[in-house]
């Protein structure tokens, strides 16, 4: 048996998330990024192709932090759904983030919040606790994935992008050294 005292310590995970929620304090201003994108995110879904045999609709939000801003989008997912294909087809909402984000803040929020998405019975909202930059959930899992003001969380810009606070699909190879980048970072998470 192991003298506990004898082993080294563990190091603590980093993180980039705060406890109780601390974190969507600091998110208040993606909310406006997000409105600007969910008529995008409406039009997207109403292309997608909806589940055959019961198969719920799955939703995810990859960098959802706690919550907080996944209620719009996910509101807008579900209406649409429901608009398509009625109100038998379950809709399941993907909250994705790192493994050490506050999940037990955003399932509090998710049941609490007065703007939830998760009032209707076949709406089941879950987690997943790992990087986006890698599989997230089986392939095909998935029915339409968001991600909003993630950019940011790239260990450094490959490059600026002249005119653009963020990156948006700039020209002349911009897409491939941002992609790059994210790649690498994901091999270093």
């Not at 379950?90 to 050490?100: F, T």
């Not at 990087?131 to 959930?137: E, K, N």
């Not at 948006?168 to 998470?189: K, M, Q």
């Amino acid at each position: 048996m192991t003298d506990q005292a004898s082993l080294p310590a563990s190091p603590t995970p980093r993180t980039t998330m705060l406890g109780g929620g601390g974190y969507d304090e600091g998110a208040r201003h993606q909310r406006t990024a997000v409105a600007l994108a969910l008529p995008l995110l409406a039009r997207a879904a109403e292309k997608v192709p909806l589940p055959a045999d019961g198969a719920p609709f799955v939703f995810a939000d990859y960098g959802s932090a706690t919550g907080f801003n996944t209620f719009a989008p996910a509101r807008a997912i579900i209406s649409v759904v429901r608009r398509r294909a009625g109100s038998s087809v379950p809709v399941c909402v993907l909250h994705n983030d790192q493994a050490d984000n506050d999940f037990a803040a955003l399932f509090k929020l998710v049941a609490a919040s007065p703007e939830t998405y998760a009032l209707d019975a076949k709406v089941f909202p879950f987690g997943a606790g790992r990087s986006f930059y890698g599989p997230v959930a089986p392939a095909g899992f998935v029915s339409i994935g968001w991600s909003a003001n993630a950019v940011h969380w790239l260990s450094a810009a490959p490059h600026a992008v002249p005119g653009s606070l963020t990156f948006r699909r700039a020209d002349g190879g911009g897409d491939t050294a941002f992609a790059r980048r994210a790649h690498e970072t994901g091999r270093a998470s």
